[in-house]
């Protein structure tokens, strides 16, 4: 669109710099946002500086929030000896939609990725072990996904947490419920082998 | 996201209001955008801004530009005499791709549609007249698409313009290029043997 109107180029760039939007995608919503009143692209703006702004970090978790502490870390009915140790904030928000969790969390921004270049000083793992000095925590539970980078991350806390002294445990790794073992991967089969219970 | 951190659900309904965007990648995009350099937010807020702001009508074909008359009714060497009428200027960038429409245009935007409540004063039909009222033109394409609304507005601009002297024609239905048809739907198939040429 760039020689009819400029403007919409630009604006259509902007959209397709987020994940999964592509070219086409993106001329539709630069269009969709230029037919609609002045008010939609204002808030839309403010929006976007506002979340970008006000965002701070819990300075207990490291979880994104408005304050100097978390809503989960500010929540006195919260057991502040259990720890749950997750990727990012989304990771946290899905774990909280379960409602069950009664622990607190940890935020590491990120998972060991040798590939990308992210170490664990890039991670908020110097935070975590301030928090276990403190002396109050007896569980970390690694709530982090089952590949290469969350095997790695997990086994690096393992490694770093157990000689402190704490119960260090990982979610269950095995077949996702309702699923059809017929049509599960073979690497997940065979985990699920593997990690077997009694019953 | 709400009790975890609000100006984020406040951008994510920012961008759940866009037309594809579900509730769950409207806020993995809220996400992406907080985790980007503060650069990111203020540009696409800048963009968004300056779109609406800087949105002119050509004041000829009424094609969204940023001046007084859009690059096509700006450039000399266009066929002012060949008036093609379009839905929106997303139609128009379409033809304009194709290279090889010589003529202008006319930006409806929007088809009649009486389900919609869209009437005729809705669109850009006085606009159209007026132009014609200058005694220059000498054919208008409609360029509709063959739906209801499409077949609605092309019968009333027809009944309209035809009085006038001007030869109006609409562009071609039938079977579109490498399609099969075996796997035509019956409409298609059926307007394609009454639209029938000879060889």
Known sequence: MAEIFEPLTVLSEQFNKLPGIG???AQRLAYYVLMQPDEFARDFSNALLDAKAKVRYCKTCQNICAGDVCSVCGNAKRDQSTVMVVKSPKELIAMEKTGEYQGVYHVLHGLISPMDGISPDD????ELLARISLGNIEEVILTLSPTVEGDATAMYLAKLLKPLGIKVTRIAQGLPMGSDIEYAD???????WKERKEL
Chains 1, 2 share one sequence.
Do not use: D, G
């Not at 991670?123 to 110097?126: F, H, R, V």
């Not at 073979?186 to 699920?192: I, S």
């Open 23 to 25: 070219k086409k995608t």
């Open 123 to 126: 991670l908020t793992i110097k």
């Open 186 to 192: 073979e690497a997940t089969l065979l985990m699920a």
